[in-house]
């Protein structure tokens, strides 16, 4: 479920309150929560820099559409205002169907929008290699920011040898082309 | 099932693992969806059986990994689901709902599938401590022998589509479950909850359920548990939390690889686990006389409280946890705090004296266990003694 009071993003905790001797409960997020009970959190931190994703930050993100089109998943019918309101879809075409709506939800829920994990069944080694090669890159510099020296030279010696698989790799494919 | 598994020990409650004892667990789970198919919600009974059919020919076909068995929920006690639940290897959603799912367990239940729950696949595995790297390793390899039997819904910019928008991406969902008395009694949950959030990550307190309930099909039924859904939903607000029990997890899934999830996870664990022992530390120089009262009195109630409630069951352990770590509480074991802290659970009491029971049988059963712990030794053996036989 949303919360229910900036709509953006999926609601974690149950925020209680009593107004007029009633008590009425609100699904909130945590920084809906925090802004409603007002609490501050000054003089405490963690150490090392917040970790930024890689293809886009929440302050960039576009703002949620606010007219709400009455459209449908052609594949499972699904209701585009119910997405909104629930955070979830019902088939994977619903992510191309409603694509304008759910990526500013996606750049809000995560910071980023565009996959940077595994992926299934890549059996070209080289593929598989680079990719994984680009996550140890950029957790290296994660690594030297948070000043974690020592995981830092591990992730090193590690890129250094998918490096050099890499070149043996590309060598033995020009060879056996040649 | 469930007499079966409860002779089966979680490796988990050993403590063994980094970090211990502020650190009590943690876990991943991994979500995933074949292709071809709508999500379990939208699915018609006939897709559901064949999406479950395709996942236990593939398991079939990797040779049933770790020994493990499939489990139709439709063929399963609701005790057995709710066991499941308690320890974390099925959803919540997956224990109360009317889901037609199913449930692939490990022989040694070290880890688990579950099946047409909110996705169609949800692997899941726990370690004691701060052990994720290794969690990842074994669930990686389990989710890269499936992708070679069934073909995911996958799509190269959003990566692993799931049926909740904060799920995809990665699909990973990276749990650790911290005891923080000493944050708590220096008032620095509320400040470190926003940091935690900055770096998208998210703390909740483990807020017990108590569901009383009584499904249309059956009689009513008592439950208290620590369940929660995988979008922490059923997590309490900081405030609410029961015995100093912290969740931390990752918001983010979606533009960020496996390993850098990990690797914030693990330095945010880190850094709490450090910054409460300082204040484990600065609250013994300060309220030495205060923590060691706490601790006894406790001990007190452990070993000698002929009924204990759920919420009572938990601050107690707490404070005996606590006590552990600062050297107060001698001849206590991790292990034992760990079992409790698993056992005090209604499945598991439930399980334990082999029938259903209402509030007050829990509160006695729950009690008795915290005698066999913590009873002085004179009268140990008559509370062994006195466990009833199952029925």
């Known amino acids: 479920m949303l919360c229910q009071r900036c709509h953006k993003n999926l609601a974690t905790v149950r925020y209680a309150e009593v107004v007029s001797g009633k008590v009425r409960e609100l699904p909130l997020c945590q920084d809906c929560l925090v802004k409603r009970q007002e609490e501050s959190g000054a003089g405490f931190e963690l150490s090392g820099p917040v970790p930024a994703s890689r293809t886009g930050s929440p302050a960039a993100r576009p703002p949620r559409p606010r007219a709400r089109s009455v459209r449908t998943c052609p ?16 088939c994977p075409a619903c992510y191309e169907a409603f694509k304008a709506e759910i990526e500013p939800m996606l750049a809000g829920l995560h910071g980023g929008i565009e996959h940077c994990g595994k992926s299934p069944r890549l059996n070209d080694h080289r593929v598989r290699k680079s990719a994984e090669l680009q996550a140890k890159r950029a957790l290296l510099r994660t690594a030297v920011e948070m000043e974690h020296y020592e995981e830092a030279a591990t992730l090193r010696d590690a890129i250094q040898r998918l490096e050099a698989e890499l070149e043996s790799d590309a060598t033995l494919q020009g060879s056996s082309h040649g | 099932m469930v007499e079966a598994w409860i002779q089966n020990r979680p490796p988990w409650v050993s403590g063994t693992g980094q970090e211990a004892p502020v650190v009590v667990w943690s876990q991943c789970n991994l979500m995933r969806n ?23 020919t593939a398991l079939d076909s990797m040779g049933t990994p770790d020994a493990g068995v499939y489990f139709p929920l439709e063929r399963l006690e609701r005790l057995d689901t709710l066991f499941l639940a308690e320890r974390r290897l099925i959803p919540f959603d997956l224990a109360h709902g009317t889901a037609q799912g199913g449930v692939y367990l490990a022989q040694d239940l070290s880890h688990a599938i579950a099946v047409n729950g909110t996705d169609h696949l949800c692997l899941t595995a726990l370690a004691g401590g701060l052990e994720l790297d290794g969690l990842w390793s074994r669930l990686n390899t389990l989710d890269d022998g499936l992708a070679d039997c069934v073909d995911y819904a996958f799509d190269k910019h959003r990566g692993y589509l799931t049926s909740s928008l904060s799920h995809v991406g990665t699909g990973l969902k990276v749990s650790v479950l911290l005891h923080l008395p000493g944050l708590v009694a220096a008032n620095a949950m509320t400040g470190l909850v926003q940091v935690a959030r900055q770096r998208r990550h998210a703390i909740h307190g483990l807020k017990p359920t108590v569901v009383q309930a009584s499904p249309p099909d059956s009689s009513s039924y008592v439950s208290e548990s620590f369940f929660s859904d995988l979008s922490g939903a059923l997590y309490g607000d900081i405030n609410e939390a029961q015995g100093d029990l912290f969740l931390l997890t990752n918001l983010s899934a979606l ?59 938990l601050g107690v352990l707490s404070s005996i946890r606590l006590g552990f770590d600062l050297g107060l509480a001698p001849g206590c074991t991790l292990d034992a705090l760990n079992e409790l802290l698993l056992t005090l659970q209604s499945a598991h009491i439930k399980a334990h004296i082999g029938r259903d029971c209402d509030e007050w049988t829990l509160s006695v059963e729950r009690a008795r266990l915290f005698r066999t712990h913590f009873a002085p030794a004179q009268t140990r053996t008559r509370h062994r003694a006195d466990t009833p036989n199952k029925e």
């Not at chain 1, 594949?75 to 019902?90: A, F, I, P, W, Y």
């Not at chain 2, 450090?274 to 484990?280: I, N």
């Open chain 1, 75 to 90: 594949s499972c019918e699904m209701h585009v205002g119910k997405v909104l309101d629930t955070g979830r879809v019902q």
């Open chain 2, 34 to 56: 074949l292709a071809g198919f709508f999500f379990p919600a939208a699915c018609s009974r006939e897709e559901i059986r064949a999406v479950e059919e395709r996942i236990v």
């Open chain 2, 255 to 313: 533009g960020v690889s496996e390993e850098e999830i990990l690797f914030h996870i693990r330095h945010t664990a880190a850094d709490i686990v450090e910054r409460e022992r300082r204040a484990r530390q600065a609250l013994l120089n300060k309220e030495r006389i205060q923590v060691e009262d706490r601790v006894a009195r406790a001990l007190a109630i452990a070993g000698n409280a002929h009924l204990m409630g759920f919420v009572e069951g």
